[in-house]
């Protein structure tokens, strides 16, 4: 897939999470294969305003070519804020069109912009006006199952200016529940003649094998597939490159990358933070492990690296002299 002149050496891209893709994530994923990443979304607002966290959000370090996600419901104000990352030096700006959390999309901005396309329209525009490097964007569906409105989006932005799409197979109302709709998915594909991302239940090989054959999207946008499980972006390279299946991880290799993730977060944020996303993280790496329920309440309770680091020892020895 080409963006603009760059172009990737995979079909395996990360997804923007709130919460969860900062820079430590994404270098990890990086570090295991995804070709493509995109910082969590910033407020196009705050971020004007000078916002130090909105800052920090768009910092990037070794996890290029990184796109720099932003969000909001106003066209002069996106296109100052895309200017504004230019100084992180973001391989693209991806504008946010998709996010069906309520305090976004119930004040003007991310997926209620499906509800007004001529808006969304100007924003692509605008902010594709103020940028030289490639503009991006991320729907869904529709806002629900009764304006489906994709393609109609799709095209439109493509006009205005867009050189990537993002699709997530959901309505709005959905949010992460129901099944993916591919064929929506294909007509936005066929529709377009810029490169389309396929987003959506994204799992495991199969799955990401089923999502290009079913709508023949350019890429794979892979979000919470990755959670607890940077080793997605290398099994998906190497199925659907050479047609191999790469071993699971063996739990000592889950618990030795929890831990470097982990510490990776304490280098940028400080222990005190770390130890409390951790807890989060955690979660999703030792899901399925023995005793794993107990496990993740007592990660819970844990202010200190050295703390878990004692119970990565444990689960990994636990688990070994089962198997």
């Not at 493509?36 to 920090?56: F, I, N, P, R």
């Not at 990537?164 to 998915?185: C, E, F, K, L, N």
């Not at 090989?205 to 999207?217: D, F, N, V, Y």
């Not at 919470?224 to 699971?248: H, K």
């Amino acid at each position: 897939m080409k963006l603009g002149n760059l172009e990737l050496k995979n079909r395996a891209l990360l997804a923007p999470m709130a919460g969860i893709a900062d820079r430590a994530f994404r270098e990890l994923c990086v570090q295991h294969g995804a070709a493509y990443t995109v910082t969590e979304m910033v407020s196009s607002k705050g971020l004007t305003l000078g916002d130090k966290k909105s800052a920090q959000l768009l910092t990037i370090g070794s996890e290029r070519p990184c796109a720099a996600q932003i969000f909001g419901d106003e066209p002069e104000t996106m296109a100052k804020a895309a200017e504004k990352c230019l100084a992180f030096s973001p391989a693209a700006i991806d504008i946010n069109m998709g996010c069906p959390a309520p305090k976004v999309a119930m004040n003007g901005g991310g997926a209620s912009l499906m509800k007004q396309p001529q808006l969304a329209y100007e924003i692509v525009k605008a902010v594709s006006e103020a940028v030289t490097i490639p503009v991006t964007f991320k729907i869904r569906k529709g806002w629900d199952e009764d304006s489906v409105n994709a393609v109609m989006l799709a095209e439109l932005c493509e006009k205005a200016g867009a050189k990537a799409i993002a699709i997530h197979g959901r309505t709005r109302q959905q949010m992460y529940s129901g099944a993916v709709d591919y064929d929506i998915i294909r007509a936005v594909k066929q529709a377009v003649g810029i490169p389309v991302i396929g987003n959506g239940d994204i799992i495991d090989e199969q799955s990401a094998a089923l999502m290009l054959e079913k709508t023949g999207c350019d890429a794979l946008m892979i979000g919470r597939g990755a959670l607890g499980n940077p080793w997605i972006f290398e099994r998906i390279n190497a199925y659907l490159s050479e047609c191999r299946v790469l071993p699971e991880p063996t739990v000592t290799q889950k618990m030795v990358t929890m831990l470097h993730h982990i510490q990776t977060i304490i280098d940028y944020k400080g222990e005190y933070t770390a130890m409390r996303e951790a807890r989060h993280h955690a979660g999703y790496y030792t899901k399925g492990l023995r005793g794993g329920a107990a496990l993740r309440r007592e990660i819970c309770t844990f202010e200190h690296f050295e703390q878990l680091e004692e119970l990565a020892y444990k689960i990994a020895k636990e688990n070994a002299s089962c198997s």
